[in-house]
Structure formats: structure tokens, C-alpha cells
């Protein structure tokens, strides 16, 4: 009798644990360890809109106003703005030659797209005038994919997928550089270094880690760096430390290249649709 309820206790002491504990390795559900500072959830999208042909290759997305979208794709230099309620394109709006243009973000009244060789266009959402051209020391070799407005400092953050440096690299390294509005001048040294070990180490994951979006959250300002090749997104604070990381489900996922918010924190990413419709998916965000 003593032996069996000595097995009785052990047993509800081992359900005890397990429940408190539960799983710290649900990487996917949004639950787990690594993702206890990501406030949305990642296989549960509020929304999809599902975009016409002509952005099959979208490559960078930016919130305009409630129920509009900005949107870039790969080759054509068009600012293509959507309405999520129709699903449409509304209008275009032509700042440049064909060319590979990676991100967009709207600063004030403003809108600043990225090439990815780090050259810069400044347009509107009138487009009235000629885009501006703005030439940074970043070239072809850093392959600039993600493009985000920073309020606070006045500046723009691009994130790139190549070279970590200006014509030196460290191949271990992804780097985001910052291009000063005041004085028009990208600083010479990245502001944010990521290591592609440490992200892989978090994932557990063999993939590489390649960033293809970055954007400020508006609420909590972490910097939000998104990547298709790893298909992960990573959380950063202010001083560049990883405050979370967020496998994304390749359910939902087929080629994330754009990231953006709402005033309010709901998040917006975009996937390149490979031969099929591409797609925007929208979360509340729930902190």
C-alpha cells in the first residue's frame, strides 16, 4: 500500500511540474521560449489580401492611412498604392527607371524608396515632381533589402542581405545602416550588427539568416528585421540587443519581403507570390 501511494505522489508530482513548466521549444505556435516577447500570433493572421499580378514580385510594403498600403515591386520603378478593402491597386505613381527596388517607408510627407544597391528616391504620394536620386557609399555588394523610417532620430534604417561593411565584410555579420535626414549622409559604421550564429542558434535552425525587411514598431519602438531566407523575424531593442525571434510558418509564409505597421501596432507582411498570388497578412497586435 505504502509503495503504491509513494508512485501516486511521484506521478502527481511529475503532472505538476509538466503543467507549470509546459514546452519551452514551440518555436512555430508563438508560445514558446523564444518567442515570450512577440505580441502577435504568428499562425492565426487577422487578415489576407491577396494581391492582382502586377505585384506577383512585391518586394516592400509601407502603411499609408487606414485601409491603404504602399507598395514597391522588384523591377519597375512604380509606387503602386492598395486599398485592403477593395483588394486594388488605386493608383501608380512612376519615380524611376526599371530597376531592383527592394523597400519604401513614408517619413512625414515624404516617401523614400530603396534600390538595392543603397541608392535612395524621394518621392511623393502626389508624385508632381521628379523622385529625387540620392547616391550612399552602399553598393550592389550590401544588397540593401529593407528600408524603415526611425522618427525618433530622424533618420532611415536600411537593412542589408550582402556585405556588412562599406567594401569590406564580415561574412559571420548582417549589418543596418543609418542615412541622417538632416544632413542627407549615411553614417560609415552599421548601427545594428546582427550575428547570423546567434539567430541560427535561437531558431535551431541550418538556414542562413538574410534580412529582406525592417521596420520600427510605433508603439514599443523595437526594431523589427524581417527575413525570407530563414524565414524569421527578429526583435531588437534600442542598443541592437535580440529581444525576441519568431520563426515564420511556411504555411503562411512562401517568400516574406516586406514589413510594416499601423499606428495602432497591427502588423503588415507581404510574400512575393513565385509563380503564384502574392499576399499581405495583417495581425492585431495583442500585447
Not at 523564444?34 to 502603411?63: C, D, H, Q, T
Not at 508632381?128 to 550612399?136: H, L, V, W
Request: hydrophobic share 40%; glycine share 8%.
Amino acid at each position: 500500500m505504502k509503495r503504491f501511494l509513494l508512485k501516486v505522489v511521484i506521478l502527481f508530482m511529475l503532472y505538476i511540474h509538466t503543467a507549470c513548466t509546459g514546452s519551452s521549444t514551440d518555436q512555430s505556435s508563438g508560445e514558446g521560449e523564444l518567442s515570450k516577447a512577440f505580441p502577435y500570433r504568428i499562425n492565426e493572421p487577422s487578415e489576407r489580401f491577396w494581391l492582382p499580378s502586377e505585384l506577383e514580385e512585391i518586394s516592400g510594403v509601407m502603411y499609408v492611412e487606414d485601409g491603404i498600403l504602399g507598395a514597391v515591386q522588384d523591377e519597375k520603378g512604380i509606387l503602386y498604392i492598395y486599398d485592403t478593402k477593395s483588394t486594388a491597386v488605386i493608383n501608380r505613381i512612376r519615380f524611376g527607371a526599371s530597376g531592383d527596388y527592394e523597400d519604401l517607408t513614408l517619413a512625414g510627407e515624404a516617401v523614400y524608396l530603396v534600390r538595392s544597391d543603397g541608392n535612395l528616391y524621394k518621392t511623393s504620394l502626389t508624385g508632381t515632381t521628379p523622385a529625387e536620386i540620392i547616391d550612399t557609399p552602399l553598393s550592389g555588394k550590401n544588397d540593401v533589402e529593407g528600408l524603415a523610417y526611425d522618427a525618433e532620430n530622424n533618420r532611415l534604417l536600411l537593412a542589408c542581405k550582402g556585405i556588412s561593411g562599406i567594401e569590406k565584410d564580415d561574412s559571420g555579420n548582417r549589418a543596418v545602416f543609418a542615412f541622417d535626414l538632416k544632413n542627407n549622409t549615411l553614417q560609415p559604421d552599421p548601427v545594428f550588427v546582427l550575428s547570423v550564429k546567434e539567430v541560427k542558434q535561437l531558431t535551431k535552425s541550418k538556414e542562413s539568416f538574410r534580412p529582406s525587411g525592417i521596420a520600427i514598431h510605433p508603439v514599443n519602438g523595437l526594431v523589427y528585421v524581417l527575413a525570407s531566407v530563414g524565414k524569421v523575424l527578429v526583435v531588437l531593442n534600442k542598443n541592437g540587443s535580440i529581444e525576441a525571434v519568431q520563426p515564420l510558418p511556411a504555411r503562411y509564409f512562401k517568400q516574406p519581403e516586406g514589413i510594416c505597421f499601423a499606428p495602432n501596432g497591427d502588423l503588415f507582411i507581404s510574400n512575393e507570390g513565385r509563380g503564384s498570388m502574392a499576399s499581405i497578412l495583417r495581425y492585431n497586435f495583442a500585447p
